[in-house]
């Protein structure tokens, strides 16, 4: 688990705005065949649409973070979780199953 603390900023900067729509259009149509460019929009209606947007960023200044491996379980429900992972076989729950056995007595 994972806490990020900062103090949000609002960005009222056209610019900013379009340039990081267009990058968050490039990364999530990456993998398509066909990607889709904010540029394939006409521009007026991309401007309809950001002007309902109102841009934030926050800067982090402090990041807690906590193991969550069921280390607050009991050792039945422990072993029961790293069985049902096992059973599933697939690298992340091999991995989480190796977390969790760093908090199995025994």
Known sequence: MVTAHGYPAFIDDANWLYD?????TDAHEASQALPWKIDDAPRDFTEMLM?????????????????KT????????????????????DDDSLAMVSLIRQHIQG
Not at 20 to 24: E, F, P, S
């Open 51 to 67: 002007s309902a947007i109102i841009g934030v960023e926050i800067p982090i200044q402090r990041i807690d973070g906590k193991w």
């Open 20 to 24: 990081h729509l267009r990058h968050l």
């Open 70 to 89: 069921n280390q607050n379980r009991p050792e039945a429900d422990k072993i029961g979780v790293v069985a049902g992972l096992l059973g599933k076989g």
